[in-house]
């Protein structure tokens, strides 16, 4: 009898350690599922966030900014790369311009223009290509041309001032209509529980976030583009006045 005793004794020790064990083998491995799926949304990335955001806001007016930005983002680019492309080295050129005057004369100094990249080199090539008629009329051509040229500065750049006032004015839109449908909820419920209204300012805010994120990024690349513009013009002027006092010297 105390041997059947003492073997059932023994048995429910090793089923109550064997119990233990498997008990501290579950909370371990929960443990660790549980961190593992902490740790991606821990780890969750700046874009990840960005895209559960832009879906959280709708696709209706949060794609209709989102293609502001593309549109803003792309002609911004393009004027960026052309405004980099025209800018000359005028005090180069003129001194390059003189010298092929003194040496070769006007062809040479046209020639000499034709090589050049830029608007001022266009502008210059104009003026010399009036030379036989006159200062005055290579003056007026000078003029004329840049204008010309200037427009050409600034094509496109009108769309970008768009679509940086559109865009938060599409964000402004987008939360009108969430606080609408806030309120419609409000009323169908017959009820004011912040859960019927949550969704519908969640909504609003994030267009109005991005709508505004969106204006302030196009404001830089805008911003930029138009000192350039004016750094460029700048530069067209005092080259023009420098290249009808060259031609005047030539005359005498």
């Known amino acids: 009898m105390r041997k059947l005793i003492f073997v059932l004794a023994i048995i429910g020790f090793l089923t109550t350690a064997s119990a233990t064990v498997s008990t501290a083998n579950?909370?371990?491995?929960?443990?660790?599922?549980?961190?593992?799926?902490?740790?991606?949304a821990q780890s969750a990335s700046f874009t990840q966030e960005l895209?559960?955001?832009?879906?959280?806001?709708?696709?209706?007016?949060?794609?209709?900014?989102?293609?502001?930005?593309i549109l803003g983002l792309a002609i911004s680019i393009e004027r960026i790369i052309f405004l980099n492309l025209a800018t000359t080295n005028t005090k180069k050129l003129t001194d390059g311009v003189e010298e092929a005057l003194s040496s070769g004369g006007v062809d040479a100094a046209k020639e000499f223009c034709r090589n050049t990249k830029g608007p001022v080199a266009s502008i210059f090539y104009q003026g010399l290509d009036r030379m036989d008629e006159g200062v005055e009329s290579a003056e007026k051509a000078v003029v004329a041309y840049g204008g010309v040229q200037m427009?050409?500065?600034?094509?496109?750049?009108?769309?970008?001032?768009?679509?940086?006032?559109?865009?938060?004015?599409?964000?402004?839109?987008?939360?009108v209509i969430g606080m609408i449908q806030a309120f419609d909820k409000i009323e169908a419920a017959g009820?004011?529980?912040?859960?019927?209204?949550?969704?519908?300012?969640?909504?609003?805010?994030?267009?109005?976030?991005?709508?505004?994120?969106?204006?302030?990024?196009?404001?830089?690349?805008?911003?930029?583009?138009v000192a350039k513009i004016d750094s460029i013009v700048n530069d067209m002027e005092d080259a023009s006045i420098t290249l009808i006092d060259i031609l005047v010297s030539q005359k005498k």
């Open 26 to 40: 579950l909370a371990t491995i929960a443990n660790a599922t549980l961190q593992d799926e902490e740790a991606p």
């Open 51 to 69: 895209k559960k955001r832009f879906i959280e806001g709708g696709p209706g007016f949060m794609g209709i900014v989102l293609i502001c930005l």
């Open 151 to 175: 427009g050409q500065l600034e094509k496109n750049v009108s769309w970008i001032s768009l679509f940086i006032a559109l865009a938060p004015m599409l964000g402004f839109m987008g939360t």
């Open 191 to 225: 009820d004011m529980q912040p859960s019927l209204v949550a969704g519908g300012i969640k909504v609003a805010l994030l267009t109005t976030v991005f709508g505004l994120i969106v204006a302030i990024i196009l404001q830089v690349f805008y911003n930029y583009i």
